[in-house]
């Protein structure tokens, strides 16, 4: 069956330092992969997803960055952490077109 | 630019007590409708989805949601609430297969005893 792993869970950085976030996907290939930021109070807002290695697209201009380097790879970056960065991070996978996306436990972020 | 509301931000209700959440979406067409459930601190889960035929989908844990194009809603219901229904609800819309899902603002549900 498909598993999907995000590291870490928590996470307290001071502003300015810098961000990496893992999501890795098991049991699938060539998954289709979204992070996804769930800020206090809000809805969830799509930063970028990724059809295949190399491949990203993203949705909103802002202070992060994202990678896949594997298939069952996803990885969201920041050189510079801001305060706004704060948030829930989801990432999810979708294999083919069924329309359902499967989501990982999240990772929780606090920028001081 | 696709867009899903949700307009009501939280909902108490009695355990045992009936459940209904609103949703509604702007598209042309008729898209691709999700609920999903996220409990305190984790991922999300799917409860249902809607893709065509049958208005009235059925879902995981006794819920339900009726899509009604006239409306450009998807309420999700549920008859009979159990205290473990406490969570965070987000109805999402996908033009079609394959696109990217559009998120509402979630609705918060509280149950008393």
């Known amino acids: 069956s498909q598993t999907i792993h995000q590291w870490p869970a928590t996470l307290v950085q001071p502003v300015g330092s810098p961000l990496s976030l893992e999501c890795t996907v098991e049991?699938?290939?060539?998954?289709?992969l979204y992070w996804y930021r769930q800020a206090a109070g809000r809805g969830l807002q799509l930063l970028f997803y990724?059809?295949?290695?190399?491949?990203i697209s993203s949705e909103v201009p802002q202070n992060l960055s994202a990678s896949r380097p594997q298939d069952r790879q996803f990885i969201l970056s920041s050189k510079k952490l801001l305060l706004s960065d704060s948030g829930f991070y989801l990432c999810?996978?979708?294999?083919?077109?069924?329309?359902?996306?499967?989501f990982g436990e999240g990772s929780r972020l606090t920028v001081l | 630019a696709q867009s899903v509301t949700q307009p009501d931000i939280h909902i108490t209700v009695s355990e045992g007590a009936s459940l209904e959440l609103r949703c509604n979406y702007s598209?042309?067409?008729?898209?691709?409708l999700f609920w999903y459930v996220q409990s305190p601190g984790q991922g999300l889960q799917l409860l249902l989805k809607?893709?065509?035929?049958?208005?009235l989908v059925q879902g995981i844990k006794g819920f339900e949601a009726e899509f009604k194009r006239s409306q450009s809603s998807f309420n999700l219901r549920k008859p009979s609430v159990h205290w473990s229904d406490a969570a965070e609800y987000f109805c999402?819309?996908?033009?079609?297969?394959?696109?990217?899902?559009?998120f509402g603002g979630g609705t918060r549900v509280l149950v008393k005893p």
């Open positions: 990724s059809v295949g290695i190399g491949q």
């Open positions: 598209y042309g067409a008729t898209p691709y």
């Open positions: 999810a996978w979708r294999g083919g077109n069924t329309g359902e996306l499967f």
């Open positions: 999402a819309v996908e033009r079609s297969a394959g696109n990217k899902l559009t």
């Open positions: 049991g699938t290939s060539n998954p289709n």
């Open positions: 809607y893709f065509s035929g049958d208005t």
